[in-house]
């Protein structure tokens, strides 16, 4: 197999240690399955172990767009003496609500559906997706996910989900940590009958070399039962204490549900907005290294600029390590406002002008659409709040939820670059004292009740604008 054709199938077989593993994990959850299925079948290797742990499922489908698997799959029921139907069939073009009817319950569905997003099939030109309107007339793709890039996994567990929705029926399933929350969430919006919910750590990179945070989803249906809005998290398959519970609060997916009811009247808005850092994409002409006597750009170049436009600056790793002051960054911010006119810096910043034209090109050709039609050289994430000289900051990459007092540095104010999140302050003594309230433990829990660690960007200013911190500022000093 081509490695293109793997990675539009997302081949990658579970290993059998694993598929046992999670069959032993189901099973100890008293699952009693009548009938047990792998859409995306493969070697069947959940089928079979799925078929050794629960006997007392007489029904067994297998389904794989691999012919070969097929082939292979069946051949291997075939030699242990085990009946089961294996059928070649495209995913996408399967009746899943006709094909599952016909089987007894409890059903369990159960499986590993390929990891690969739409945009990755449409950098290697594939299309291994679902179709806007097929026989089944499945929902397209964006009504069904909501957004235009998505893991096809995510639509396949969503889509399986819907067609059991009336049956008493478990959906177990290895998927990206993210792809299970959102399957979960959208299951809760359209008010599925979840009468059950865990999800199960995977180490991913053990069992299938890659670096991204997977799990076992196990989703129970059955509508004569009471619904949950939560759903049990686990270190690891072989677990038995629970972690924490995410739940279904407020029209979403809360990352810890008992911090989010304990701190749910504080999680209501912030007094204030916070402000990301300043989006240039050119860093390299943009960034700037060195001292007031000697500043050189990421090409290595002397630059010289008039100081009205150069101002210190810190990244998120300058954050995190709370050390603001050492920092020897600087960032060219050419306008005090978004959309602000540049051509005013050709007469009040000579140096700068004939700086930023030398490198005209670069900052044309920055492909994101939000430069088009705007001044040359723009930048986005500035106004008055940029300039203040006191801020309370946070990274948004790092996997710590602490708060930076940031004072200025060589008596200008410090900027960010746009993986910071930062609150202007009045003064010194009000960004320690909001960098204090933010750190101390109940502020934490209740970030905590919103922050998906496992995120490329666990903090953004959104999740910063749910928190008034303003009024655990006041209880705090109730409190004392
Ligand atoms: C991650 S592998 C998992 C295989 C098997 N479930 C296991 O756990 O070992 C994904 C499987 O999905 C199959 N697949 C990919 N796209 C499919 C589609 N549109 N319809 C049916 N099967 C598909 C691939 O052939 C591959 O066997």
């Given amino acids: 197999m081509s490695s293109k054709e793997r990675i539009t199938f997302g081949d990658f077989q579970t290993p059998t240690s694993l598929a046992a593993e999670t069959c032993d994990r189901l099973r100890r959850r008293c699952l009693r399955p009548a009938s047990i299925v792998e859409p995306t079948c493969g070697i069947g290797n959940f089928l079979f172990e799925a078929s050794r742990t629960f006997s007392t499922a007489n029904s067994l489908l297998g389904a794989d767009i691999n012919q070969s698997y097929i082939t292979q799959t069946a051949d291997r029921f075939d030699d242990a003496g085990r009946s089961a139907r294996i059928i070649q069939a495209d995913f996408f073009r399967t009746d899943w609500a006709k094909t599952l ?38 929902r397209g793709i964006d009504a069904m996910t909501g957004r235009s890039n998505f893991d096809i996994s995510e639509w396949m567990i969503s889509h399986l989900v819907e067609a059991v929705r009336d049956r008493v029926a478990t959906i177990a399933m290895l998927c990206k940590t993210s792809v299970a929350r ?18 199960y750590g995977i180490d991913s990179r053990a069992e299938f070399g890659v670096a991204v945070d997977a799990c076992l989803l196990v989703i129970d249906l059955d509508s004569s039962a009471q619904r949950t809005l939560e759903c049990s998290v686990y270190d690891d398959l072989s677990a038995k204490e629970l972690a924490h519970s995410i739940g279904f609060r407020d029209a979403r997916v809360t990352a810890n549900a008992a911090y989010y009811d304990r701190w749910r009247s504080v999680l209501q808005g912030s007094p204030r907005p916070w402000r990301s850092g300043i989006k240039h994409d050119c860093a390299k002409v943009m960034e700037l290294r060195g001292d007031a006597t000697l500043l050189l750009n990421g090409y290595g170049e002397h630059v010289v600029l008039e100081s009205d436009y150069v101002f210190p600056m810190l990244k998120s790793s300058g954050v995190v390590s709370n050390d603001p002051h050492t920092s020897d960054r600087w960032m060219l911010v050419p306008q005090r406002m978004v959309g602000e006119n540049t051509g005013q810096i050709e007469e009040r910043g000579p140096a700068t002008w004939s700086y930023l034209q030398s490198h005209a090109d670069r900052l044309k050709r920055r492909a994101s659409s939000i430069y088009r039609g705007r001044p040359p050289f723009s930048v986005f994430g500035v106004g008055d709040y940029t300039f203040t000289p006191w801020k309370v900051a946070i990274s948004g990459l790092y996997k710590q939820s602490r708060f930076t007092v940031v004072g200025p540095r060589a008596g200008k104010p410090v900027v960010f670059d746009d993986t910071c999140y930062f609150l202007p302050c009045a003064n010194r003594s009000e960004a320690k004292r909001i960098a204090s309230t933010l750190n101390d433990e109940s502020a934490q829990q209740a970030l905590s009740s919103l922050i998906f660690w496992d995120a490329k960007r666990p903090i953004t200013a959104e999740l910063l604008n749910r928190l008034d911190f303003e009024a655990l500022g006041k209880d705090r000093y109730r409190a004392t």
């Fill in 101 to 138: 009817a016909a089987l007894p319950e409890p059903l369990l569905v159960v499986g590993n559906p390929p990891w690969v997003c739409n945009s990755r099939q449409g950098t290697i030109g594939a299309a291994n997706l679902p179709t806007k309107a097929n026989s089944n007339k499945m």
């Fill in 182 to 199: 959102r399957v979960l969430a959208s299951a809760w919006k359209k008010d599925r009958p979840i009468s059950r919910a865990a999800i």
